[in-house]
């Protein structure tokens, strides 16, 4: 069983910047592929970024390419996005993911775990 509690949400101007912060437990967070997904009002999730087991792969929404980038560290079970440039349609309740098999993905269905969320607001 793992459990992930995401932090570092909050609210900031459009063009400002936020880390969020996902803690795991349990001893396989290491061969876990990772990811973070949002959810905006009346919306469907959608994929922000994922990165593999190792950290040496890493994958990005279009919406959000060379605005965000996702990390892990492995000795401390946790993995992190910095977002920069944010815009106002950033804004949505931001979940963090686990994915028992070590493949990227795109697909929510596909992961195995998830956060509790914590909200990202981006005012204009």
């Known amino acids: 069983q793992v459990q992930l509690v995401e932090s570092g949400g909050g609210l900031v101007q459009a063009g400002g910047s936020l880390r969020l912060s996902c803690a795991a437990s349990?001893?396989?967070?290491?061969?876990?592929?990772m990811a973070w997904f949002r959810q905006a009002p009346g919306k469907e999730r959608e994929f922000v970024a994922a990165?593999?087991?190792?950290?040496?792969?890493?994958d990005y929404a279009d919406s959000v390419k060379d605005r965000f980038t996702i990390n892990r560290d492995n000795a401390r079970n946790t993995v992190v996005l910095q977002m920069n440039s944010l815009r106002p349609e950033d804004t949505a309740v931001y979940y963090c993911?686990?994915?028992?098999?070590?493949?990227?993905?795109?697909?929510?269905?596909?992961?195995?775990?998830w956060g509790q969320g914590t909200q990202v607001t981006v005012s204009s």
């Open positions: 349990g001893r396989d967070f290491g061969s876990y592929a």
């Open positions: 993911n686990a994915k028992v098999s070590r493949g990227l993905s795109f697909k929510p269905l596909k992961y195995d775990y």
């Open positions: 990165i593999s087991w190792s950290g040496s792969d890493a």
